[in-house]
């Protein structure tokens, strides 16, 4: 199994004096490979997604999901908590653009158009008896990223964190393979649509683009990076087509690589994004002459 090593550290004098003991920790994925076999589509490849090792300090924390519809005292707009409205589903455009890659990564995988398999999702029949536990919601944290490997000071600690990644795996599981419209409100899944409706119409133009503008070991194994070059199209398309301020589309972009990617990806589709930028800014006053 794919992993990385976890350093466990008994004492301060014992690490200094022999080497560290290392605990192999598998690889924390946001869509793990057996969600493949969707209960409730039936052709759904999108929850495949790479991430890595959850190692945000917060990772042993135990955080209190707060009552639905009542405001956290402490931080009304706590970037660890989803953002739920009023029905009790996700509102946040965070969702949308989370919803709308897994459709563009899935697309990819089965040659489909991501707008027509979207409205599959949406249109599909569920499992006799299956219940959405709706709680899972508050539980979803879309600002979990990956990092290094998080070091601890012995076993207990280093299994606690293992436990908390396979709880997260599981909410993740359940969200992500539920009926869309259970999960997100109207409002977003009109604009994931609106997302994926600029994707499909503005691709093959934005193939040409990013030919120019990636890196060349991504162009030299585009089927190792097609959830990075699903990014960089839904970015692209939203920056060009919904015209949504280029400092929120980047931010976001990077935010999905740094959840959903490894090693250097947030920062080349940083530097990629900004670069097809400044070309539309270009573009834009070369037309206005």
């Not at 965070?94 to 027509?116: F, H, Q, T, W």
């Not at 409706?197 to 503005?202: H, P, S």
Request: with cysteine; hydrophobic share 40%; glycine share 4%.
């Amino acid at each position: 199994m794919e992993g990385v090593l976890l350093p466990v550290c008994p004492s301060p004098s014992s690490c200094s004096a022999t080497p560290k003991p290392r605990i192999p920790i598998p690889l924390r994925s946001s869509f793990p490979s057996p969600l493949l076999h969707n209960r409730f589509f039936s052709q759904n490849a999108a929850f495949s997604l790479r991430n890595s090792l959850r190692t945000s300090t917060f990772a042993l924390a135990q955080h209190e999901a707060p009552v639905l519809g009542k405001p956290d005292n402490n931080n009304n707009s706590s970037p660890y908590l989803p953002k739920i409205d009023k029905t009790g589903r996700f509102c946040s455009p965070r969702a949308a653009r989370e919803l709308a890659l897994s459709i563009i990564y899935a697309a990819c995988l089965e040659g489909m158009d991501p707008v027509r398999l979207f409205e599959k999702r949406m249109n599909a029949r569920r499992e006799a008896g299956y219940k959405f536990n709706e709680e899972k919601l508050l539980e979803y944290n879309h600002m979990s990223f990956g990092g290094p490997p998080v070091t601890v000071g012995s076993d207990e600690e280093a299994n606690e964190l293992l436990r908390h990644i396979e709880e997260e795996s599981a909410i993740e599981a359940e969200v992500l393979t539920a009926p869309p419209k259970l999960v997100y409100n109207k409002l977003i899944l009109r604009f994931t649509k609106k997302l994926l409706v600029a994707v499909r119409d503005t691709w093959d133009s934005h193939v040409l683009v990013i030919n120019k503008i990636a890196p060349q070991n991504w162009k030299n194994e585009p089927a190792a990076k097609i959830l990075e070059l699903s990014i960089l199209h839904l970015a692209m398309s939203e920056m060009e087509v919904l015209e949504t301020r280029h400092q929120i589309v980047i931010n976001e972009a990077v935010d999905l690589a740094k959840r959903f990617c490894d090693g250097a990806a947030p920062r080349i589709i940083n530097g990629c994004l900004r670069t097809f930028f400044r070309e539309l800014e270009l573009e834009a006053s070369n037309n206005q002459v």
